[in-house]
């Protein structure tokens, strides 16, 4: 059965921190892994990952996926409140579909 | 920037009531998508639409689920005789013809089953 586990379940740093959230994944022959941060409502995309070893960025967030390894990781550095969320990390499987890991939940306290 | 949009944002109905979620995709997107979050579980998928047909569903999605678009924009989710396990946020998605573009969703319907 395909499976995205995520890890820490939940973690809280303080303003100016940096954090690393973990993805390790059991799916054959999946397309992409992405990563979505989920507020009160709708997830929202942050990062499409498709090959090995390259890394996206925008602005303060990065991520890097290895296939060899089966696993993602995705950074956050000097975090503000406003990163405070549920980080989803989710596979798309060649048939369109998502499968989801259970999040992280990240609290960043002033 | 354009948006997916679902109504109503909380449903609460009786058990055994049919119970419909509407949602507006992003205007040209083509393929569409239901998912539904039971409270402190997983996102989990239900069922893909493109072309007017299901493209995929999962073994969630039996025949109490059906889905249609009824004009060119509307996606709708419907639930016969709903039971109180289906309770859960349901999350509505759509994404570009382009292959690999990610889904973009909406902010949820909250259905409530007392």
């Known amino acids: 059965e395909d499976k995205v586990v995520q890890s820490p379940l939940s973690l809280v740093v303080h303003e100016g921190d940096t954090v690393t959230l973990n993805c390790s994944y059991e799916v054959t022959n999946f397309r992409s892994l992405l990563w979505y941060k989920q507020e009160k409502k709708a997830p929202t995309f942050l990062f499409m990952l498709t090959s090995s070893g390259i890394e996206k960025k925008s602005g303060r967030l990065s991520s890097i996926l290895d296939k060899k390894e089966l696993f993602s990781i995705l950074n956050i550095t000097a975090t503000q409140t406003g990163d405070s969320a549920v980080y989803l990390c989710v596979l798309l499987n060649q048939g369109g579909k998502l499968i989801f890991g259970q999040g992280t939940e990240l609290s960043v306290k002033p | 920037e354009p948006e997916v949009t679902q109504t109503p944002s909380h449903q609460v109905t009786q058990m055994g009531q049919e119970v419909i979620l509407r949602c507006v995709p992003i205007s040209n997107h083509l393929y569409f998508y239901w998912y539904r979050q039971i409270l402190g579980q997983k996102v989990e998928f239900l069922v893909s639409?493109?072309?007017?047909?299901?493209?995929?569903k999962s073994e969630i999605f039996d025949d109490q689920f059906s889905v249609e678009r009824p004009d060119g924009s509307n996606f709708t989710l419907k639930i016969r005789s709903t039971k109180l396990e289906d309770s859960a946020m349901y999350f509505c998605?759509?994404?570009?013809?382009?292959?690999?573009?990610?889904?973009?969703f909406g902010d949820g319907t909250r259905l409530s089953i007392l």
């Open positions: 998605a759509s994404r570009d013809r382009v292959r690999d573009q990610p889904q973009h």
């Open positions: 639409f493109y072309n007017n047909e299901i493209s995929e």
